[in-house]
């Protein structure tokens, strides 16, 4: 069986450094992490640097985030002109601050008004659109068919299901049966996401649901050698893990780059005997430069 493994998109996580470590790892075809299309539409310098994308890692995704399709559909066509190879909607994000606006996932409650962002979007770019899903809003709720079955007749090109409700978040086990259930009701490519930590969990997902490709979020935290679908050797990954920590530091500001190095060391601290204690040490250390040196003496 042949794998194809995307990483998915994570805000403050799936940064153009860590897309690029993915893609040179083995990653399929990237997303960035989600993107206000207010706030872009407003010029706003943060959300603008979320849109950078280095040298290598294309084909990318621009993941956009809100509820107006007017504004969307301004966002969706300035990322195009600026080089998206895609747009894809965000529909799944279950953060409170985020369904509270009516975006992300709360829009898996209104349909209409679903098929109204998708059709607005589709005729305001050439590029292919996408949309990321949930199962539903709550159990009561659990209209991830109906959803992609709108936005296919609405033009997208294909779908990304994570399978848990928003009520839900990330607990318990995600229902792969309800990824399946969709890749039946519908023609275009569906990727399936959720509980997926390694090779062999991703080609059991594709088993199970039939998918055309597998996302993956959090188990490529630490690891993003997981796209490269077999083992990769000790050495392998230390030297992955210095590229990660050159890539920040080449194209990150230096005050976000220290609160990336941080955060990633602190992950691929995972499995290592005194890890709790060097993560401790990780968040105290003044520069990455220290950040690394306490790292790499656990290492």
Known sequence: MTLDLRLAPMAAVTNAPFRLVARECGAGPLTSEEIDARALVAGNARTLELTRVLPGEQPVAMQLLGADPDVLAEAARRLEAAGADAIDLNMGCPVAKVVAKGQGAALMRDPLAAALILRTLRKAIGVPLTVKIRGGWDDRTVNAVEIARIAEREGVAALTVHP?????????????????????????????????????????MMRATGCAAVMIGRGALGAPWIFRGAHVPRDERARIIRRHCALIETHLAPRLALVQTKKHLAWYCHGLAGAASAREALFRAPTAAAAQDVFWGLW
Request: proline content about 5%; glycine content about 8%; charged content about 20%.
């Open 164 to 204: 848990r409700t928003r009520s839900q978040q990330f607990a318990g086990v995600a229902p792969w049966e309800i990824v399946a259930a969709v890749v039946d009701a519908v023609r275009v490519p569906v990727v399936g996401n959720g509980d997926v930590r390694s090779a062999a969990d991703a080609a059991a």
